[in-house]
């Protein structure tokens, strides 16, 4: 079955949040690395977990309506699994650094590979929960396939 085209519009891109833990250990830091990288590669966008601890009303409201939201968390402690759930914020994504195989350690025992094997396993859907199905919400009525309401123009 071949893949339906993509559109080079943008429309249909999915829209996520990623919140890093961002502790104190290397795992932490790296959760912040990572998604920094993932911002720049057009992924999503990096979050603050702690404006989401403090309940900032914006951040709430757009992390419920996003398509995904991604939760890079460092150590099996899951802080920042922990404060998406209590204000309510449906996890798509979850990621523990500690089960990718990184060793928690000091805050400066990283690695550009370390970096890379997160991005990767975002990029692959590794950490995708199994209720987290992608949303169809862009029908746009028209037959160009991307679904995103250009007319087949993109």
């Known amino acids: 079955m071949a893949e339906a085209p993509s559109c080079s519009c ?18 932490g830091q790296l959760t912040n690395l990572a998604a920094i990288q993932l911002t720049e590669e057009g992924y999503g966008s990096i979050a603050c977990v702690a ?11 757009n992390a419920k309506v996003v398509d995904e939201v991604v939760v890079l968390d460092g150590c099996p402690m899951l802080c920042a699994k922990k404060i998406a759930e209590a204000q309510g ?13 990184i060793t928690k350690g ?8 370390d ?7 975002c990029w692959k859907g590794e950490g995708r929960t199994k209720t987290a199905a992608p949303p169809d919400k862009k029908s746009g009525g028209n037959n160009s396939g991307c679904g995103c309401g250009c007319g087949g123009t993109c």
């Open 10 to 27: 943008g429309q249909n891109e999915k829209k996520r949040i990623i919140f890093p833990c961002a502790g104190q250990a290397n795992t």
């Open 51 to 61: 404006l989401l601890a403090i309940g900032s009303e914006g951040l709430v409201r």
């Open 89 to 101: 914020v449906p996890v798509g994504q979850h990621l523990i650094l500690t089960e990718l195989g």
């Open 106 to 113: 000091p805050s400066k025992d990283y690695t550009q590979d």
């Open 115 to 121: 970096v890379e094997k997160i991005v990767a396993a």
